[in-house]
């Protein structure tokens, strides 16, 4: 049987309805925002966003995978091993005069892509910002300049976890070799992050399923050259979206590929 899973719907293809009725998986709902939590945030880059575009969770250049500037290094806990890359962040300025901008209660909201490292030999009320076990944005500048002052450095902040919304469907590139292939997973709406990642080949019976390389580029031996392939992502959420045949059987290395569906 074969279905599509995206932005809470369910897309029964001709070959399932011949299959007499089976039942179909659905996911239900979407993803919500969560909770408000206290924090503090800092800043890092240019002003363009420059130095800001690549980083702890294998994105090249975010400008052109569908996260823009608007982006967020986040603290070890918040990284997760990579987990977190690709959560969207509502953020908000709070209780600093000195260091909030006029527009007071304003909000942005970003894409976690990054990892801000811990620095052991600073206390992480005073420098060691990103130190376990605090949860800590170091936000790109053009994002901070949203709602803080360049010269107040490091602002408390309230932020919640929020439903990324992403301009056109999921992104696969695949770099390495046919004998170590890895697929970077991009421009991901709902959750955002990447929890899990298949692929089946036009001629394969069965799925392969990826491992965690880094941040968010999976890792199969798995020679998939020459065929046309089908990714399966699961999202933090467990929620899944099933891109089939979004790489042709000619695909390249280095080549990214688009999906027409989301979540």
């Given at each position: 049987m074969m279905?599509?899973?995206?932005?809470?719907?369910?897309?029964?293809?001709l070959v399932a309805e011949a299959a007499g009725g089976a039942k179909v998986h659905r996911n239900h709902g979407k993803f919500t925002a969560g909770p408000w939590k206290p924090a503090h945030?800092?800043?890092?880059?240019?002003?363009?966003?420059?130095g800001t575009l690549d980083g702890a969770c294998g994105y090249k250049d975010t400008s052109k995978e569908?996260?823009?500037?608007?982006?967020?290094?986040?603290?070890?806990?918040?990284?997760?091993?990579?987990?977190?890359?690709?959560?969207?962040y509502e953020v908000r300025c709070v209780d600093s005069p000195d260091g909030c901008n006029e527009n007071a209660?304003?909000?942005?909201?970003?894409?976690?892509?990054n990892l801000c490292p811990p620095d052991p030999s600073k206390p992480g009320d005073n420098g060691g910002?990103?130190?376990?076990?605090?949860?800590?944005?170091?936000?790109?500048?053009?994002?901070?300049?949203q709602i803080a002052q360049e010269?107040?450095?490091?602002?408390?902040?309230?932020?919640?976890?929020?439903?990324c919304v992403k301009q056109g469907g999921?992104?696969?590139?695949?770099?390495?070799?046919?004998?170590?292939?890895?697929?970077?997973?991009?421009?991901?709406?709902?959750?955002?992050?990447?929890?899990?990642?298949?692929?089946?080949?036009?001629?394969?019976?069965?799925?392969?399923?990826?491992?965690?390389?880094?941040?968010?580029?999976?890792q199969t031996s798995e020679?998939?050259?020459?065929?046309?392939?089908?990714?399966?992502?699961?999202?933090?959420?467990?929620r899944k979206a099933t891109s089939w045949h979004v790489l042709p059987r000619d695909w390249q290395f280095g080549v990214t590929y688009q999906a027409t569906k989301n979540f």
């Amino acid at each position: 049987m074969m279905w599509w899973l995206g932005l809470g719907l369910v897309v029964v293809a001709l070959v399932a309805e011949a299959a007499g009725g089976a039942k179909v998986h659905r996911n239900h709902g979407k993803f919500t925002a969560g909770p408000w939590k206290p924090a503090h945030a800092t800043f890092y880059g240019g002003r363009d966003g420059s130095g800001t575009l690549d980083g702890a969770c294998g994105y090249k250049d975010t400008s052109k995978e569908g996260y823009g500037v608007q982006t967020v290094a986040v603290s070890t806990a918040l990284f997760n091993g990579g987990a977190g890359c690709g959560a969207c962040y509502e953020v908000r300025c709070v209780d600093s005069p000195d260091g909030c901008n006029e527009n007071a209660g304003a909000t942005v909201v970003v894409t976690a892509t990054n990892l801000c490292p811990p620095d052991p030999s600073k206390p992480g009320d005073n420098g060691g910002w990103c130190n376990p076990p605090r949860e800590h944005l170091d936000l790109s500048m053009p994002a901070f300049l949203q709602i803080a002052q360049e010269k107040a450095g490091i602002v408390p902040i309230s932020y919640r976890r929020v439903p990324c919304v992403k301009q056109g469907g999921l992104r696969y590139t695949i770099t390495g070799n046919k004998y170590f292939i890895l697929v970077m997973v991009a421009n991901v709406g709902g959750a955002g992050d990447v929890a899990g990642l298949m692929v089946k080949g036009n001629k394969r019976v069965k799925w392969t399923t990826l491992k965690r390389n880094w941040g968010q580029e999976w890792q199969t031996s798995e020679d998939l050259t020459g065929e046309s392939l089908t990714f399966r992502v699961m999202t933090g959420d467990h929620r899944k979206a099933t891109s089939w045949h979004v790489l042709p059987r000619d695909w390249q290395f280095g080549v990214t590929y688009q999906a027409t569906k989301n979540f």
